[in-house]
């Protein structure tokens, strides 16, 4: 899940960026957060409202499907998450993920010698 998710953000940024991509995460309470964010032109409001949307493309010449970014939202949503997007620090756009910490599972690839710590899903 968080591969994908990554992935599809990764994605986007590296698509529009012009010359930098950040990644960047943490934690906040009982929540992980992870951000990605590019120096690309960015999305007004409305834009970014758009874009979350199934099957969007907001430039059609550009390749692509529309839907990364609702995959994104999906996920999210299904692990009772939340995204959003924003404007970035260094004027492109910034995504953010926040996901709430847990004990890791085995079926979630815990080894099951460690002891179950917190993490994010």
């Keep these: 899940m968080i591969q994908e998710l990554v ?25 992980c957060w992870l951000e990605v964010s590019d120096d690309g032109p960015g999305m007004s409001e409305v834009q970014r409202h758009q874009a979350m949307a199934r099957g969007v493309r907001l430039d059609e010449q550009e390749p692509g499907s529309g839907l990364g970014l609702a995959i994104v939202g999906d996920l999210v949503a299904l692990y009772g998450g939340r995204f959003t997007l924003g404007r970035a620090a260094f004027g492109g756009l910034a995504a953010r993920v926040w996901l709430p910490a847990g004990p890791l599972s ?11 710590k917190r993490s994010c899903q």
Excluded at 8 to 23: D, G, H, K, Q, S
């Design 7 to 31: 992935g599809n953000l990764l994605e986007n940024a590296l698509r529009w960026a012009a010359t930098r991509v950040v990644l960047s995460g943490g934690e906040e309470g009982d929540e």
């Design 106 to 116: 085995k079926a979630q690839g815990a080894a099951a010698a460690a002891p179950r």
